[in-house]
């Protein structure tokens, strides 16, 4: 039958297309067997964009300016639908909240899951490393790779410690026991990508500094999104300490959009995507959410069609 509307996925820092997508769990399957037109982006450098030649930015002016409305139009190119949604878990949402007000009459809305508008702001350690970070990398080239890989052998080697409830780790990519031990190495071993040392601090930055904006500071992306009216929908998981939801919420509170909606679920960052419970508490949110406005990709073609 026919498609019901147009997603695009944006992942994560450090990630790939796996993060939405394992053998074991996917969400990609879930929304593609709800009628939608899925399309799991491997942004610039990462995953089979990497394998076809190209490395990840310094920055994320690149992303949000050339790669999400490179990759939109091909989405409605390939789709045949007017419109499709922009949906992002943590820096993916973040570059949502900057590319979505660009993108015009493509957009039909913005779904971000896990995504630090204010970096930080609810983990003192985090904001604390954050600032750091910011510190160090002014000497640094922002094109230098962030070990990625040697992150995740050590998570691979320790995840049982890391799976431990009663260890008091300030941060932690997945609330413990949240995932059956194959999913969660499936995890480990798919969605861990490239990243750079420009990408993180342009990231941290939101919180640190305390506006999201381009690396020189010419566009206020906060500013921009704000006073956007676009239908979105925030969650936010009460368990995530990567993105906590004092640093989530703020995207929402802020917003002037008349269509917005904010969700929290007892969800850490990593499982709120795949963990044993997203597919009952983040995916139903997700999935009724969208229904509720897939009008909105073929709204004015009168046949579901072109563009």
């Known amino acids: 039958g026919p498609r019901v509307g147009t997603l695009l996925l944006v992942h994560g820092f450090g990630q790939n297309r796996y993060a939405w997508h394992l053998p074991g769990r996917s969400l990609v399957n879930f929304l ?3 009628g939608w037109d899925v399309f799991n ?4 450098g990462h995953g089979r964009s990497r394998a ?11 992303y949000i300016h050339r790669d999400v409305p490179a990759a939109l ?3 409605l190119g390939r789709s045949g639908h007017r419109r499709a949604f922009l949906v992002g878990h943590s820096l993916g949402g973040l570059v949502g909240y900057a590319a979505a007000p660009t993108l015009g009459s493509h957009l039909a809305g913005l779904v ?9 702001r609810g983990n003192r350690v985090l904001l ?5 970070l910011l510190f160090a990398t002014s000497f640094a080239e922002r094109s230098t790779g962030v070990p990625m890989r040697v992150f995740q052998s050590w998570f691979q080697r320790q995840r049982a410690l890391w799976d431990l409830p009663g260890i008091p780790f300030p941060v932690r990519a997945w609330h413990p026991r949240s995932f059956e031990p194959v999913i969660l190495e499936e995890y480990l071993r798919l969605s861990f990508d490239r990243a750079t040392l ?9 919180g640190t500094v305390g506006r999201f904006t381009s690396t020189d500071g010419s566009i206020d992306y906060a500013r921009v999104w704000e006073a956007a009216d676009l239908p979105s929908l925030v969650i936010a998981g009460t368990r995530d300490l990567l993105a906590p939801v004092a640093s989530v919420r703020p995207a929402y509170d802020r917003s002037r959009a008349r269509d917005r909606t904010y969700h929290e679920v007892p969800l850490g960052h990593a499982d709120l995507l795949l963990g044993r419970e997203a597919p009952s508490l ?3 949110l997700l999935a009724s959410w969208l229904a509720r406005r897939a009008s909105r990709c073929t709204e004015g073609d009168g046949s579901g069609g072109g563009r």
């Open 73 to 75: 139009d091909v989405a």
């Open 198 to 206: 420009g990408e993180l601090a342009h990231t941290v930055a939101s």
């Open 32 to 34: 593609a067997g709800a």
């Open 52 to 62: 076809l030649g190209s490395r990840p930015c310094g920055e994320l002016d690149a």
């Open 128 to 132: 604390e490393a954050a600032r750091a």
């Open 282 to 284: 983040t995916w139903p």
């Open 112 to 120: 971000t899951i896990g995504a630090p508008y204010a970096f930080g």
């Open 41 to 44: 982006l491997d942004m610039r």
